[in-house]
Every structure is written in structure tokens, then in C-alpha cells.
């Protein structure tokens, strides 16, 4: 059997039944790391104190769900569903994490200083790469079935 | 993509450069004074911590005192013991008491708290007020009773005439004073609201009384430490108030002192002094607790700013005006020391070196390394200012390891002998110091 009639059975049958388990789940948790940046913003502009104290729980749950997604990613490559890592976006989410995790401890910081200036260039930098990644589909490694990201 | 990738590395660089400098204290005799060393402040992703493990006392342990002074324990067992008070009869009040306890606002919150229960200040206070009594001399307290109980978080405590003031964390409460009594159930007279509410961060409210017994003075803490809980909760906090004692009428007396847990009126000029708790995170040796005489009117700072005219970035929007009126606070205790009891010395009964000056209880640090404070100190005074450095009175509250801490030193009294008492909340003891040679 060649490559391609593996690839087109994949398509029609077993594939499809097994989608990547930790696609969804990095979206939610991507989707709380962005919205710190926006109540940072809040912050910024209003200088009232609840957007800060939102952004830093968004942040905490933002690391939570995405530290699920990374396990879910492992099971996913560990039960092979997956053939490859999506390499550009693995780095784009890996380096956003990291960014989210430094930026935790600066929003534990008190006051003004929790968001101004640096953890509000944490949270852009990281909803640009987690934005970028989202336009890439969310999938950090391809289909083993499909051979295509989604 | 590359250019993107790029700068989030520089900025995770130079968030990391931060963390990892330096991040020990220096001597604590340079923040001594009038005149505190005070260097550059600092952000930190990790502010530095040093938390020692609170083992208590073994038996027959006890703190050490300074040459020619003594220690015993006076009462063990007690429920987180904060303030103490004698009164005429020379019974002893000693207030079993620790804060309401608040939700946790922020994810820090839960780190600290664990912080705080490692440290042994987590434990439940047991909201009342115990009565030792014949405590004269070198014996064991005769009596010891529950003297009022049901109360709320309450600290401070101040007899005038026949009426007994306890400052509950959110109001004052007259009782009815009788010295024979052992007990008193009739619950208390409101004299007046005190600053509390759902967060009530820095909750404890000292307390005294002017010479004349006319009006009460209160210790109100910063409901936060340096505004991260928003403006709005720190309406009328970090304040000293004065309360007519007969009318309840409060008014603002002194702003922007942090948290005075102490409040006390110098015995020769009657001028009013405090001790305050000054603001965490912006390095070891930020900012130095003080010991201050309080000007009517007065700005001491907080939150705008420090040690004077030191402003404190964290705060925003900033108050120039305000900043430009800060008054420097008179005697640094260097930084974290927790003072948290302020009692002026009556004379000899001691010892000569302490006459004339304030005992100052320091409960100690745990955003400092090495740690600072876990003693009392005295600081002598002439013509009504202190002067000098701080001696040691009673030490050996931490371990030698300096990781485990038996005890911290709170609330103080002179009991009617002479003696210094100090409530020990870690220990659960009122520990006794007197003179080795009486009369000596």
C-alpha cells in the first residue's frame, strides 16, 4: 500500500473518528490569556483596581487549561493520533506559556505595578503569538490520519 | 516572525535580570535613627521571603533578657495573646484575639496565606480578654479568669475612671469597670465605629487614652499594602483617630502612617508617639518601620510615599500635593521589623540603662533575609525625643538555626512591680522580665 492510499484510508475512516483531544482545550486556555491583555488595557486606562485583580486570575486559569492542553497534546501523540509536531505553532504557544508564567508573578506584584509597564507587554506579546497560532488552527502537531492540522 | 519572537525574549531577559540580582538584606544598624539608609526600591517577580517555622517552646525554654533581668513564664496556654494592660489593682488584662480572617482576593493570596500559617500568625484568636490576678512579686498568677469574652478580633484596651474601653476591629466598646470583679457578661457599650468591613487587611486597632482621660486615641491600618485592594477600601484607613470619650465624636488626627499598631503617650512632654508598620515588596531594607511623635494634622506618607518625600511608583494616580506635606517620621527601626507595641518606661524598676524611653515588641520579618526583628528593643529618650541606638531587651525568640522561631514578641506592660511583660503569640505565653536583684 503507498503512502497516499494510507493517507486516503486515514481520511475516510479511522481518522476522522479520532480528533486531536487537545486542540479545543488550548483555545479555551488561549482565550483567557488574551482577554488578561484586554483588562490590562482596562486597567491602564482606568486605573481601577478589579482589572488588575482580573487579569491576574485570567492569567492563573489561562496557565491551568493551557498546562491541561499540553497534556492532552502528550496523549494525543502518546495513543497516535498524531504524526508530527506543528513546529511554528508549538513555538508560538510554548513561548506565549512562558511569557504567561513570568507575567503571573508580575501580577503579583501591588498596585500599578502589577500591569505598568511590564505586565501589560507580557500580555500583548503573548495574545500577538496566541493570536497568530489561533490563525494557524490551534493544532500543535498534525493528524497522524489526515497528515493535515486540523 | 522573527523580529516577533525576538522581543518577547528580550523582555523575558530583562524580567529575569531583575529576579536574579541580589536580594539580601544589609545591616539593620544603618536604618537606625533619625536618618535611615534607604536605598534604590525594587520590583520583584518573587518578592525575597524567609519564613522560619514556628516550633513553639519546649518546657522550661524561654526567651533571654538582657544582663541583670530575669524571665518566667507568667501564663502558658493562652489563645494567640496580643495586647497586654495592667490596671490599678495590678491585675493583668491580656487579650487573646487575631484577625477576622478575609476571602482570598488574588491568586497571591493563597500563597500567603500558607505563608502566614508556616510562620504560626494563622492560628484563631480566642476573641476574648483574660484577667491574671495577684501576679505581684515572683509567683504565679492567684486567679485566672475569662474576663470578657464573645468579643470581635478586639486589641486595643484603656481604663479611664471606672469605664473599660476595648477596641474591637470595628468599634469601640465601653464596659463597666468594677476592680473586684472577675468577670463581666453585661455586653458592651458602643462608643463608636471603627474602620473595618468584608477585607479589613491591617485589622488590629491600638489604643490609648490623653493624660486627662478627655479623649481616645486609634490606630487604624491600611486595609491593603500599597493599594492593590483599590482607593475606595481605604477611606479612613491608615490613620490615628481621636474620639471624644464622652460624646464619640471621631475625627481624623494624623493620615498616611501605614498601620500604628501603637500608640502611646510620652509620659514627660504627653506628646503622642507611634509605631508604624511601613509598606512590603520594594526590597529588604524598604522601607523602615518608625518610631514617630504625631503631629496634629499630620501626613506621614502612605501611600504616595515614603520616609518623607520618597515616592512609591506602585501608586497610581500619583499626589504630588500630598507627597510635597509628607512628614518624615522621627527614629527609623530598620525595615521589617513588625513593631507592634509601643510602652513608655516608668522609671528604675527595671533597670537605670532603661529609665527613660519606649519598649518596642518587634514581631518580626518574613519578607526579609536575613531575618530582622523577633525582640524587644528599648529606645532611650531625652527631653521627650528618642536618641541613640536601640538595645536588646529580650531576644532568643528565634531559633539558633534562624529558620525556627519559638515565639513573637506582641503586646506589652509594665506590670505593678515594675516588671515587663510580653505577650507572646506564637508561644501562647506572657512571659515576666524583671530584675535579677531587686531593687538593684
Request: charged fraction near 20%; hydrophobic fraction near 40%.
Amino acid at each position: 500500500m503507498t503512502r497516499q492510499d494510507e493517507q486516503m484510508r486515514g481520511s475516510i475512516g479511522h481518522g476522522r473518528q479520532r480528533p486531536l483531544l487537545h486542540r479545543r482545550v488550548l483555545a479555551a486556555g488561549a482565550a483567557l490569556l488574551i482577554a488578561a491583555f484586554v483588562t490590562d488595557c482596562t486597567y491602564y486606562t482606568t486605573a481601577l483596581w478589579q482589572w488588575a485583580n482580573f487579569s491576574a486570575w485570567l492569567i492563573t486559569a489561562g496557565l491551568i487549561v493551557t498546562a491541561v492542553a499540553a497534556v492532552l497534546l502528550l496523549i494525543d501523540s502518546a495513543t497516535g493520533r498524531t504524526s508530527r509536531l506543528n513546529t511554528i505553532s508549538f513555538n508560538l504557544v510554548a513561548a506565549a506559556a512562558l511569557l504567561s508564567l513570568v507575567n503571573a508573578f508580575v501580577h503579583s506584584r501591588d498596585a500599578w505595578a502589577s500591569v505598568v509597564p511590564q505586565g501589560i507587554l507580557l500580555s500583548a506579546l503573548s495574545a500577538i503569538l496566541l493570536l497568530i497560532a489561533g490563525a494557524r488552527g490551534w493544532s500543535l502537531a498534525m493528524s497522524r490520519a489526515t497528515g493535515d492540522d486540523k | 516572525m522573527k523580529a516577533t519572537s525576538a522581543r518577547p525574549i528580550a523582555a523575558l531577559l530583562s524580567v529575569v535580570a531583575l529576579a536574579a540580582c541580589s536580594s539580601k538584606g544589609g545591616d539593620p544598624n544603618r536604618q537606625y535613627g533619625p536618618d535611615p539608609y534607604l536605598p534604590p526600591p525594587r520590583a520583584y517577580l518573587m518578592p525575597p521571603m524567609s519564613v522560619p517555622k514556628a516550633v513553639g517552646w519546649k518546657a522550661g525554654e524561654t526567651p533571654t533578657a538582657a544582663a541583670g533581668l530575669k524571665v518566667e513564664a507568667l501564663a502558658t496556654g493562652l489563645e494567640h495573646p496580643r495586647t497586654l494592660y495592667t490596671l490599678p489593682n495590678g491585675d493583668i488584662l491580656v487579650v487573646e484575639t487575631n484577625g477576622p480572617g478575609t476571602e482570598p482576593f488574588r491568586p497571591k493570596d493563597f500563597i500567603a496565606g500558607k505563608v502566614k500559617a508556616r510562620a504560626g500568625a494563622g492560628a484563631k484568636g480566642g476573641n476574648r480578654i483574660t484577667l491574671l490576678r495577684g501576679v505581684d512579686g515572683d509567683g504565679k498568677p492567684a486567679l485566672r479568669t475569662v474576663f470578657i469574652d464573645h468579643l470581635y478580633s478586639p486589641y486595643g484596651i484603656v481604663l479611664v475612671g471606672d469605664t473599660l474601653y476595648v477596641a474591637d476591629t470595628d468599634a469601640i466598646l465601653a464596659f463597666n469597670y468594677d476592680p473586684g470583679a472577675t468577670r463581666i457578661t453585661s455586653p458592651g457599650v458602643k462608643l463608636a465605629d471603627l474602620p473595618a468591613g468584608r477585607l479589613d487587611h491591617h485589622w488590629t486597632k491600638s489604643m490609648t487614652a490623653s493624660a486627662d482621660g478627655s479623649k481616645l486615641y486609634v490606630g487604624v491600618g491600611s486595609n491593603s499594602n500599597i493599594t492593590e485592594n483599590g482607593m475606595d477600601v481605604e477611606d479612613g484607613r491608615a490613620a490615628i483617630y481621636e474620639i471624644d470619650r464622652l460624646t464619640g465624636a471621631k475625627r481624623i488626627f494624623a493620615s498616611g502612617t501605614r498601620n500604628p499598631t501603637g500608640v502611646a503617650f510620652e509620659p514627660q512632654t504627653h506628646q503622642l508617639f507611634a509605631v508604624v508598620n511601613e509598606r512590603d515588596e520594594i526590597g529588604p531594607d524598604l522601607v523602615p518601620d518608625y518610631l514617630t511623635s504625631i503631629r496634629p494634622g499630620g501626613f506621614y506618607g502612605w501611600p504616595y510615599s515614603y520616609w518623607g518625600s520618597h515616592v512609591d511608583v506602585r501608586v497610581h494616580p500619583q499626589r504630588p500635593d500630598l507627597v510635597a506635606q509628607a512628614i518624615k517620621p522621627d527614629y527609623g527601626l530598620s525595615s521589617h521589623v513588625a513593631p507592634l507595641s509601643l510602652l513608655f518606661s516608668e522609671g528604675e524598676h527595671l533597670s537605670p540603662d532603661f529609665a527613660k524611653g519606649a519598649f518596642i515588641s518587634e514581631h518580626g520579618s518574613w519578607d526579609r533575609s536575613p531575618l530582622n526583628g523577633y525582640q524587644v528593643i528599648f529606645v532611650s529618650f531625652t527631653d521627650g525625643r528618642p536618641v541613640g541606638k536601640p538595645v536588646p531587651v529580650v531576644t532568643g525568640f528565634l531559633g539558633e538555626d534562624n529558620e525556627t522561631v519559638h515565639g513573637r514578641p506582641v503586646g506589652l506592660a509594665l506590670d505593678r512591680s515594675g516588671a515587663l511583660l510580653v505577650a507572646d503569640d506564637v508561644g501562647n505565653t506572657v512571659w515576666r522580665v524583671s530584675a535579677t536583684q531587686p531593687g538593684s
